[in-house]
């Protein structure tokens, strides 16, 4: 069950409390869904579903004149006028959540406000932790001499080879978007960079709490990451410590 919510929670509050909640959620399913010896592909739908319908509902209950946009919900065709959009990840990184053990998934709720985030969180529940923009996560020191990039599981996109290759950089992988970002946020690595397509509700969150802890977020080309636009794909991103941003773009461009 939800806890009761403070009386005058604030977007960001609300953000932590559903990013924590969804993930309790998820934690609990998959344990009660593996013990009953479900198949790997009946969790991950499940999963999907259970964390859509709880963060959809949360959002109708407490900030129901906001449009919303989501992965696993129906269009909302009120978020092209709207001023307050909420993008949310019910389950990023269905795969992982899918194999028992594995912690590299994420819930991602973000609130766009037409030309900046007001709010995010992205919570990784099988470590329970979460990291939001308000209080934001304390930067890291710089502790490698070489820089650690964080890929995919399944591919190295062509933009991480060049950074990779570019910056000398060791190599880690994981799973999920939100996890590889918030892997940077915590310091296990110093740059997520992707280009191989992904949609507005993969990076919308992690990139929002990553800006706010005083990362470097932006599209590939360096240019300002833009949400809540009609076509909900957005192909590329990079997340990165500051001080490596310039060496990043350098490598990828030239």
């Known amino acids: 069950m939800p806890s009761a919510p403070p009386v005058t929670e604030t977007d960001a509050q609300l953000a932590t409390r559903l990013a924590v909640e969804a993930g309790e959620l998820l934690v609990a399913l998959r344990a009660e869904m593996f013990a009953a010896g479900a198949s790997i592909w009946d969790v991950r739908d499940a999963g999907d579903a259970a964390a859509q319908r709880y963060l959809a509902g949360e959002l109708h209950t407490h900030r129901a004149d906001d449009a919303v946009l989501s992965e696993e919900g129906l269009e909302d065709v009120r978020r092209y006028e709207a001023d307050r959009v909420w993008i949310i990840d019910p389950l990023d990184g269905t795969r992982e959540y899918g194999e028992p053990g594995r912690h590299d998934w994420a819930v991602h709720v973000a609130l766009w406000e037409r030309t900046h985030f007001g709010a995010a969180a992205v919570s990784l529940p099988a470590v329970d932790l979460v990291f939001s923009t308000d209080p934001p996560a304390p930067m890291p020191e710089q502790v490698r001499d070489r820089p650690r990039l964080v890929t995919s599981r399944s591919r190295a996109p062509y933009a991480a080879v060049l ?44 990139a929002a709490v990553a800006m706010a802890a005083g990362f470097h977020a932006s599209r ?35």
């Open 220 to 254: 590939v080309d360096g240019s300002p990451l833009v949400y809540n636009e009609r076509d909900p794909w957005l192909p590329d991103f990079f997340v990165c410590r500051p001080e490596l941003a310039e060496g990043v773009l350098k490598a990828i461009w030239g």
């Open 163 to 206: 950074v990779a290759e570019g910056l000398g950089c060791d190599a880690v992988r994981l799973g999920s978007a939100g996890a590889k970002a918030m892997a940077v946020v915590m310091g296990e690595a110093d740059i997520y960079v992707h280009d191989g397509g992904m949609y507005q509700w993969d990076s919308a969150a992690p």
